[in-house]
């Protein structure tokens, strides 16, 4: 089981994302990131032997993995684990992720939208199921511990000052589709069966934003990697379709170009896919839809911190049947690195200086992003494929794919009623 270990993980976990977050915000001394080509992504040659294979880009990458190096060391130490363990695998590990933000830099992979963790699960999945992982490699991964601190260092790209871009209709919005299809996603999970944790796990990234959403909610219920690796999954393959046909969809069916940005935002579960539709819709559909998937993002931390809740309640009743749980074996339950996402996000939404998260927030995000691809070759690494397959005999896909379906037609009703009917647009 994933995010299951000592209480002191949660702790550290904020120790090292909160001194990263100060680093960065704060000074100058960090490593920038190697860099693999630019936005639209690498197509050739010419590209890859002018920004990518350079001698300044080794530089950065030798950098990069002795600062990521330093800090999971740092970490390993605070909990008391093994330091050898953890200083042979963990090359590798940074190599494996590495590979796969370079396969998702592609021009190709950049039109479809994949996510860098996508290709870190696969890439973990095969050496666990073709070339199986070694014994050696698995006594120093870390999965949980860089998820918890991926999403400590999250809480600070996600700024409250994003939600008011889109007004007072874009706050309605996110929320009336976050908690409706977060319930009715939950609802079918159990109404096919689903058990309780992926199902729960399952309508977050359905309803809130996609793969953040269900890190986050693993993390809070302490839940199955495997089980994490199949929602995600899920989300990345799903959202590819739905980036490629939405914006058709809305051109047939004349939707202002509001609605359909609206629209598309509320409903697809990645923001590179968000940003991909968007773009073959035009300006100002990008534009919108972009806003309200941040509005979306804005609640991952109220709803991360209502479902610990929840579930800290829920498992300590089933483990006290004898008297009503109490508040502080909820405390010992509830997952601290909770704490660090919402401090973080409250500093850099109203104490820090706009220009300052916005220029740190970039560097945090890309470290963030580096963490959790850190994490997922790790999942993947220690999962067989034959697992995801045959997890909960397909129920799980057909609540996803129901809850998806729920998910496209309220949200069409809400944007369409919001920014179609109530909307008026600014001079």
Request: glycine share 8%.
């Amino acid at each position: 089981m994933i995010l299951q270990k000592k209480l002191n993980e949660d702790w550290t976990s904020v120790i090292i994302g909160v001194t990263l977050i100060l680093i960065t915000a704060a000074t100058t001394f960090f490593p920038e990131m190697p860099k693999f080509g630019p936005k639209t992504g690498w197509t050739g040659w010419t590209v890859l032997s002018t920004e990518v294979f350079t001698s300044g880009n080794t530089v950065r990458l030798i950098m990069t993995f002795l600062y990521f190096l330093l800090f999971a060391a740092i970490g390993a130490f605070i909990m008391g684990k093994n330091l050898k363990s953890l200083l042979i695998s963990f090359p590798i590990i940074f190599i494996l992720s590495m590979l796969a933000q370079f396969i998702a830099s592609s021009g190709s992979m950049k039109d479809l939208g994949l996510e860098t963790v996508l290709f870190s699960l696969l890439i973990g999945l095969f050496i666990s199921n073709v070339l199986k992982t070694p014994d050696w490699l698995k006594e120093g991964m870390q999965s949980e511990f860089y998820i918890k601190i991926g999403l400590v260092m999250l809480g600070a790209t996600i700024l409250f000052s994003e939600i008011m871009k889109a007004g007072l209709y874009g706050v309605l919005q996110a929320v009336v589709v976050v908690f409706s299809v977060w319930y009715f996603a939950f609802w079918i999970a159990k109404k096919l069966k689903v058990d309780e944790e992926l199902g729960i796990m399952l309508a977050s990234a359905v309803s809130i934003c996609g793969v953040s959403a269900a890190i986050a909610t693993a993390g809070a219920i302490k839940g199955d990697s495997k089980k994490l690796s199949y929602v995600i999954s899920l989300v990345l393959i799903v959202a590819i379709p739905m980036m490629i046909f939405m914006p058709l969809l809305a051109r047939w069916m004349k939707l202002p170009d509001e609605v359909t940005g609206a629209w598309m935002g509320g409903t697809i579960d990645t923001t590179g896919a968000v940003v991909a539709s968007g773009t073959i819709a035009g300006e100002i559909a990008l534009k919108f839809s972009t806003i309200i998937k941040f509005s979306q993002n804005v609640l991952l931390g109220v709803a991360a911190f209502i479902i610990s809740i929840f579930w800290s309640y829920r498992q300590a009743g089933k483990n006290d049947t004898a008297q009503k749980p109490t508040l502080k074996v909820i405390w010992e339950r509830f997952p601290k690195f909770v704490l660090g996402f919402i401090l973080a996000s409250l500093v850099f939404s109203f104490f820090i200086d706009p220009e300052t998260a916005k220029t740190a927030g970039s560097t945090i995000k890309s470290y963030q992003s580096l963490w959790f691809n850190l994490a997922f070759i790790c999942i993947g690494l220690e999962t067989r494929f034959t697992d995801l397959i045959k997890l909960d005999k397909g129920r799980p896909l057909y609540a996803f794919l129901i809850a998806q379906t729920f998910n496209i037609i309220i949200t069409f009703v809400i944007a369409y009623v919001l920014f179609g009917v109530l909307w008026t647009p600014q001079a």
